[in-house]
């Protein structure tokens, strides 16, 4: 497994999370990554991406402004910060390496996919 997801777990709206992604084969350094989710009963959908060196960020819009994502290309790490949760970001999420070395918002821009880490929001 290239990309394992980790942080998700139980917690109340109104709370927050941090999750990560651990590139273990160290090939992401130089591309973009992103966040996807997957609610229940929903499509995959984008969340957030950032490019290779970190420079440049995108957020959907649902996640604008309580959503942060990150990397540290020396630990080969990615997160998301997450923020003011409620039940709507109820999903599995997933972390992605894009094909290139800018952000990507389009799941067919990405090249790799971890597994992902379950996160619930009660109300």
């Known amino acids: 497994v290239q990309l394992q997801a980790s942080g998700g777990e139980l917690v109340q709206a109104g709370g927050s999370l941090r999750l990560s992604c651990a590139d273990s084969r160290r090939t992401s350094s130089n591309n973009g990554m992103g966040w996807f989710r997957q609610g229940p009963e929903k499509e995959r959908e984008f969340v957030a991406g950032i490019s290779w060196n970190g420079a440049n960020t995108y957020y959907a819009d649902s996640v604008k402004g309580r959503f942060t994502i990150s990397r540290d290309r020396i630990k080969n790490r990615l997160y998301l910060q997450m923020t003011s949760l409620n039940p709507e970001d109820t999903a599995v999420y997933y972390c992605?390496?894009?094909?290139?070395?800018?952000?990507?918002?389009?799941?067919?821009?990405?090249?790799?996919w971890g597994q992902g880490t379950l996160v619930t929001v009660s109300s």
């Open positions: 992605a390496t894009a094909r290139r070395a800018s952000l990507a918002t389009s799941a067919r821009e990405y090249a790799y």
